[in-house]
């Protein structure tokens, strides 16, 4: 009778003329490589290493580890639109890994049990100042303050957070938990004065003897676009409309409701105004879906909350209560082209999103900063604008203008001025190969599709301003956790220690990993095909 085999174990190919012999012509060497998750992160987060410890149920060491790249991990498992999880190689198999949920997981208990981020670094007597309290600026703050330094952030607002705060509603970042990880970053001892608007760059930073600046004003100035109308009803910019309802005011908007852009402030603008109480809520965009600059997934909520989405059609002039719009076609190249044909929408008020521009005036009195046709400020690959020590991000320079991205400046930006005023030379990093997916073996996984993030009903959702996504439970997040392939990082699996028939492998004990016995390595390669993740691989012999 015959034994059917069930070994999923892939054999050496010993046909190769690189295989054994009397002397080996290869040798396997370990080398951890980039993951495609911390690689895709702008914050530079070491999102493996972090599931690893989440995994093992270490969740304070694995807080700690986030915390060292990004301050408000409960803010970003939330508003971040996670890239991370694009570039997750098992995104291609049976789903990404649920990065943003586990991260919301290890932010909110961190809030609720009051933990705080270890660091030792004595005080080195310099002092910085940070303009503007969003998150590009309270990263570089909390950055700076974990070096070391004297840290004073100066708000112009009433609130710190920015566009956190101002700009994205309370259903997708609940205030407590802004606030939370913002009293954190004052608790390290970040001083931050509110209602304080910096007018002159130079003379703030003599006056206050401050040895580096760092410039994170966000994009509160709403574009503005000639939309005739002779008796209209009444237009609002999304950035004030939204600003207005964060404070507890209520605009007035009437029944029916217009808003004109297709970006990711568009989509909260019209679901914000969905509850307030407008019963018909429409957006107007000149593209189509796929060619919007909104993710998809906020447009896709929207629509389920009950907002109609016009495509393909321009605003031509709006009067009393009525609108008429230039339906569009898209050439070969997205654009849209007008047709000629107009139709006529009602709406009691028109609702402007269509993106804003920076303040830089505060700037203007420093001759060594150049700027850019549309106002951003242009800075060195060091974060550094012309004028030494003043360094700016975020919203300030050009860049895509999210949350996370913001965050990456501003360690990005504190590293550089840590060095500039230490004296020290700035640090460049060459990034490790990126591991892709055909490069894993991964017969080694089951199959496990991604945990489904709660969600309130789409008929509850225009009732309040209550958080619309839920978190996952501990058992899930320990199962998202399972579910990371440690792409290029070695974990210990002794894959390569069972498969070598030379007992060239040694293991080094737990946490120590294992070291190659050259001497009795032939070279054959079955250790490389025993590694699900890569961290081993064939070298030539030199």
């Not at 290890?106 to 310099?126: C, H, N, V, Y």
């Not at 970040?190 to 994009?219: P, S």
């Not at 320079?397 to 060095?419: D, E, F, M, Y």
Request: glycine residues 10%; aromatic residues 6%.
């Amino acid at each position: 009778m015959r034994i059917r085999s069930t070994d999923m174990t892939a054999p050496p190919d010993l046909t190769l003329s690189k295989g054994t012999g009397p002397a080996a012509n290869q040798r396997p060497v370990y080398q951890d490589y980039m993951p495609p998750c911390n690689n895709a992160c702008p914050a530079g987060e070491n999102i493996q290493g972090w599931l690893a410890l989440v995994h093992d149920g270490k969740y304070e060491q694995a807080w700690d580890l986030l915390m060292e790249n990004n301050p408000m991990p409960a803010v970003h498992g939330r508003v971040c639109y996670h890239p991370c999880e694009s570039g997750c190689n098992r995104d291609q198999v049976d789903g990404a890994v649920s990065i943003h949920q586990v991260e919301r997981f290890l932010g909110d208990m961190a809030i609720e049990q009051g933990w705080m981020p270890t660091f030792t670094s004595r005080k080195t007597g310099k002092r910085v100042l940070v303009i503007g309290a969003g998150p590009s600026g309270l990263s570089a703050a909390y950055h700076l303050a974990r070096l070391g330094h004297t840290v004073e952030i100066r708000e112009a607002g009433n609130v710190a957070g920015g566009m956190m705060h101002f700009g994205i509603p309370a259903y997708r970042l609940p205030r407590n938990i802004l606030k939370a990880e913002i009293a954190r970053i004052e608790k390290m001892g970040v001083k931050i004065t509110l209602n304080y608007k910096v007018e002159d760059l130079q003379r703030e930073k003599d006056e206050g003897a401050f040895d580096a600046v760092f410039v994170a004003v966000g994009a509160h100035i709403s574009k503005k676009v000639e939309i005739p109308a002779k008796e209209a009803g009444r237009i609002l910019d999304a950035v004030t409309f939204l600003h207005e309802v964060s404070e507890g005011n209520q605009p007035l908007i009437g029944r029916r409701v217009a808003i004109y852009g297709g970006g990711n402030t568009a989509m909260d603008a019209a679901r914000t105004a969905k509850r307030l109480g407008a019963e018909e809520t429409l957006i107007i965009y000149r593209r189509d879906m796929e060619h919007m600059p909104a993710h998809k997934f906020e447009a896709e909520e929207a629509m389920e909350e009950g907002v109609k989405i016009n495509w393909l059609r321009t605003i031509h002039e709006f009067e009393d209560d009525q609108i008429k719009v230039e339906k569009m076609a898209l050439d070969d190249d997205g654009r849209p082209q007008p047709t000629g044909e107009f139709e006529t929408l009602s709406a009691d008020a028109l609702i402007l999103a269509l993106g804003q521009n920076i303040d830089s005036k505060l700037m203007q009195h420093i001759p060594a900063i150049d700027f850019s046709k549309d106002g951003t400020v242009q800075v060195d690959p060091n974060m550094m604008t012309g004028s030494p020590g003043v360094f700016a991000g975020g919203d300030m320079v050009p860049s895509q203008r999210t949350v996370t991205i913001a965050t990456g400046h501003g360690k990005k930006a504190a590293l550089n001025i840590h060095a500039f005023i230490s004296g020290q030379t700035p640090l460049t990093k060459n990034k490790a190969k990126t591991v892709d997916l055909e490069e894993l073996n991964i017969w080694y996984y089951a199959n496990a599709s991604q945990s489904q993030q709660p969600t309130v009903p789409a008929e509850e959702r225009n009732k309040s301003f209550d958080e619309v996504l839920g978190g996952l439970s501990e058992q899930e997040v320990q199962y998202e956790a399972s579910r990371c392939y440690s792409c290029g990082n070695c974990f210990e699996c002794d894959g390569c220690y069972g498969a070598c028939p030379e007992h060239a492998i040694i293991k080094l004990g737990s946490g120590r990993f294992y070291q190659i016995d050259y001497s009795r390595c032939t070279g054959c390669g079955a250790c490389t095909t025993q590694c699900p993740t890569a961290a081993i691989h064939m070298t030539e012999k030199a």
